[in-house]
Structures are given as structure tokens and as C-alpha cells.
């Protein structure tokens, strides 16, 4: 099972992004996903997360321009990013807890995606 994200790049302050995560492999089905993120000398920290039944949690200073989502159906999670600043550049994380056809229940890591915001 594995989690690969995609979408990151270099954006001027006030653009947008779009990150994306699908899952693969022996997947039963999937609780919780989500996105954290890691900047330079700092800890990871929470982005979103987004329930299969579709409850959302947003970290409270992201509130209103960062958009989770996801499709159950391919597996995948996204993350619109709008009006990004400097402070938002960091590696993206993407994460899952995840039922395996073999019974596993396995917290699940993407290799990570940079957002780098700068003029």
C-alpha cells in the first residue's frame, strides 16, 4: 500500500495550487485522509484531514484558503490552495489510515511534495 502526491511547485504569493494523493495497492477501503506539511526548522503540522463520509477538519489558520477533498472511487485526496503566502512553502504531506484486504490497518505517509511560494 503507498500513497504518491503530486502537484507541487513554484507559485508567486497569491496563486494557487493543487495537490493530489492517490492511494494503491491491496486497499480494503479508507478512514481518514489528509494533508500536513513541514516547513524549513519547523515540525510537521496538520493541514486537513477528510473523513470517507466526508467530515472535514481544517487547521484554524487555514481555514478559508485551503480546500480539502476527496474522491473514494480512485482513492485519491486533493488539496486546493488559494491566495498562497510565503509562510505556506514547506513539503506537503499526504496521509491515510488504511484497511488492507488482509485485515491490516496501516497509517500510511506519501513521500511528501514541496510548495515553494516566492516571487
Known amino acids: 500500500v503507498q500513497l504518491q502526491a503530486s502537484g507541487g511547485g513554484l507559485v508567486q504569493p497569491g496563486g494557487s495550487l493543487r495537490l493530489s494523493c492517490a492511494a494503491s495497492?491491496?486497499?480494503?477501503?479508507?478512514?481518514?485522509m489528509g494533508w500536513y506539511r513541514q516547513a524549513p526548522g519547523k515540525q510537521r503540522e496538520l493541514v486537513a484531514t477528510?473523513?470517507?463520509?466526508?467530515?472535514?477538519n481544517y487547521a484554524d489558520a487555514l481555514k478559508g484558503r485551503f480546500t480539502i477533498s476527496r474522491d473514494n472511487a480512485r482513492n485519491t485526496v486533493y488539496l486546493q490552495m488559494n491566495s498562497l503566502k510565503p509562510e505556506d512553502t514547506a513539503v506537503y504531506y499526504c496521509?491515510?489510515?488504511?484497511?488492507?484486504?488482509?485485515?491490516?490497518?496501516?497509517?500510511?505517509w506519501g513521500q511528501g511534495t514541496l510548495v515553494t511560494v516566492s516571487s
Open positions: 477528510v473523513m470517507r463520509a466526508g467530515g472535514i
Open positions: 495497492g491491496s486497499i480494503f477501503s479508507i478512514n481518514v
Open positions: 496521509n491515510a489510515m488504511i484497511l488492507t484486504t488482509n485485515s491490516e490497518y496501516l497509517e500510511v
